[in-house]
């Protein structure tokens, strides 16, 4: 494709010649005479001075040697080219002789269904979707349009995901909620898992994600919301939309996340709480309590983010603030002629 | 089921109309009439005076307006009441045409054997076990009775497992242990795992959870003890009876945990070392030795948990009580006509 | 095997009686006149005095009531001898009728694949790997020579393994990275992950670890590393030859770790930043920036070792310090008659 229309569909403007050949990505350090690339980071900043890319992506005010396709959103923009550039392979539609399809599961157009795949009684599918070798749908399950759903992910009994939702290899959506009541003798009983998982449209689910089916009721993951890798999302637990949970986040039973919150990697957040819109926490913050809308937390527990870093300065500095503390226990103890009081 | 007839089979006191049909259950802020609920976490009384519900189970000293189910431990007499209202669905006995089980497998009678697992040379599966699609049993592993075991579980070669046990969806029971050793050029040999891991009765391990098997000997899981999901026991650990281990915690090998010990979310606990029986370790603990028996432990590295919660509070205060040492600084130095010897 | 050639045969030197025959192994408190065993960890020292070994292998200078085979390096010796007494178990070669394999996959000589392991279109698998059943190889996936992969693991489209990797059951390796763009609404795109991961000989992946796909590029593991479980690898991520990364680690995006880095268990590492060679990080340390050559850290965020070892010990006595701290104020204020400035 050439520059000039690739910037027509990505509406970017466009700065230098318009005429060379696009047709690669590449990130801006390896990127060549036939690739665009991009800036956003302004980290790999030193880069544009030396890429050897066909085009750059880049924010208005940047320049660069080469020509440059200029956006408010330079890595929006670059997604969108990646997906021009190189679109992700589709599996093509039909179900594989070695799946296992139960003869009351209902399948929409043009679906795909992996080799050895197993798709249980009742079971809907919309129209468009992939599911992958291994994938195994439960009796009861739902899944919309236009979803891919990698190998070996397992959905079980009544859950339901929407339109346009992503599911990563390996993926667990409605295991049982660790649920137990405790006797006299404290053996531990199990409380039967009875609820669903909903995943509303858009969401993104990371390979190796577990999101437990609700004690009673609904676990659900709204619309647009991105979980990554290895994150436990426990039973009854709502997350609003367009939120962002980062990879090995815990979240136990019941809490409620809001929208637009963002929880960076291994945050842990304890049951029966809730985490307001727009909260960010960084890594590893442990969120013992509700945190109020727009917040910024960090530290286990959780405080605010600023005092959390002013903390962390200090504590670097507990020695010799210690040692401080007995010099001036010392000196006034000499000024006074007598230990402090105990 | 008529409410005094759910009374009964619970062994609940009946406070009201026992004539009421009940026919489900829901959280007490979503039951209707048709519904028996349950009071257990004092978070929800509010819900008490406007609940809808057919009848509650609650605790003695408590009141509702509606009839009421009374017992010492309502959320254990829920739990019951769920098992009767909505008892889990159990797949039918038989082996299903794809899976591949090996001719020298012995089943026991009314064993389920669900598409496309893979039952191992000299496997044995006792009476009304259950395997879903999709498991994987190596040679030689034998699994007790009444067993359920979720797709995508993955048992490895020689593995036991008792009778009542439950693995959600995805677990790998076996895999080898971390174990290499080092030579003189800073290269790791794999050490090779030759060891099994016994899961004993009763026990429950989570979606997406990893068991180790034992460089030598044995990892094991005791009696009555729950694994939630994503939990890493390393190799060569023992974990007692009835003891409850939150959703990624990761136990490093060789450790040896106590019975009625719960070790909270992401708690981590390092190797060759004792936690005692009875032992609390509050989420995202890091316990790097000997915990004794019945203490309640927290932080990272963990302390006593009062005297965390103490230092914690603290711990906010540094930057302010920072500048109260170099204020005090100032004024002794301003009394002694000298800065503090260094 | 004779004691005498179990010496020879790991060149260790013999001390006592050579003509004891050598059927097993087992750890030191186990082990019977049969089996050797051996002496690494001092922790287990207390156990020489008393064992009923065959043998024990052991460091120079240490003695033993029995046999004694010494050498400098007694862990691995030992690992030697177990893989000598007790081989891992070898799938025969051969391809089970119902696997699923690609017209176009080539598979090497001796090459073992598993009962309905799925092998997809172009797949080169290198000679006498052995892949187990329910094994899912994406498109285009090259295996080397004499690897292991254990049932459910999952390896994406394109990606690259090469000669002696070890995958352990449910590890997921070239998973779509974690890449979302986010427009002027909020809302999140996907930034398609078009790269790969490359695994480089002699590695190890622990169970249900995720390995994400680069976005763009490659995801390297370098040559004799090792991953335990639930490991996260995120996407552009680079890791050195001879590293350790123990359980439930997480590493964020385009970090580059160095060579013979020890990550212990739990630790998690921020995006975009270097961890040079050498780096040991302590359990659930939180990496936020550039960790230098050699460093020893821990805390969350990471400070120097010995430093947070310190910090850590002042953390606990921090009621006590602030107590003091008021009682100074008090002692000073009254020798000056008027409180503190604010």
Redesign the interface.
Known sequence: MKLRELAARLGCELCGDGEGEIVG???IE?AGPGDVTFLA?P?YATHLATTRAGAVILAPGQEAPVPCLVSD?P??A???A??LL????RPAPGV?P?A?VDPSAVLGVDVHV???A?IGAGVRVGARSAL???V?L??GVVVGEDCVI???V?V??GCRLGSRV?V???A?IG??G???????E???????Q?GIVVVEDDV?I???T?V?RAA??VTRIGR?T?L???V?V?H?VTIGE?T?I???V?I?GSTRIGN?VTLA??V?V?G?LTIEDGVIAT??T?I?GLVEKGSVVS???A?ENR??L??????????E??K??R???R??ES??GRP??A
Chains 1, 2, 3 share one sequence.
């Open positions: 990505v590449a990130p390896q980071n980290r959103n890595y929006l670059f997604a969108r990646v997906t190189r679109p992700p392979p594989h070695s296992q992996g080799a050895l197993v992958h070798p291994h195994v439960y009796e990698h190998s070996g397992q079980r009994e992503v990563q290899n390996g667990v295991g049982d660790f649920g137990f009541a405790r006797d006299r404290g053996r531990y009983h199990k409380f039967p009875v993104e990371g390979a190796l577990a437990d009673l009721g647009g991105k990554d890798n290895l436990q426990g009854s367009d962002v980062a990879g090995q815990g136990a637009r990697g291994q842990g304890a029966h890594a590893q442990g013992p530290g286990s527990p405080i005092a959390w002013k903390s962390t300065a200090v504590f670097a500095r507990l020695p603030l210690q401080r503390l010099e001036l226990e000196r006034v000024l006074l402090p009081s």
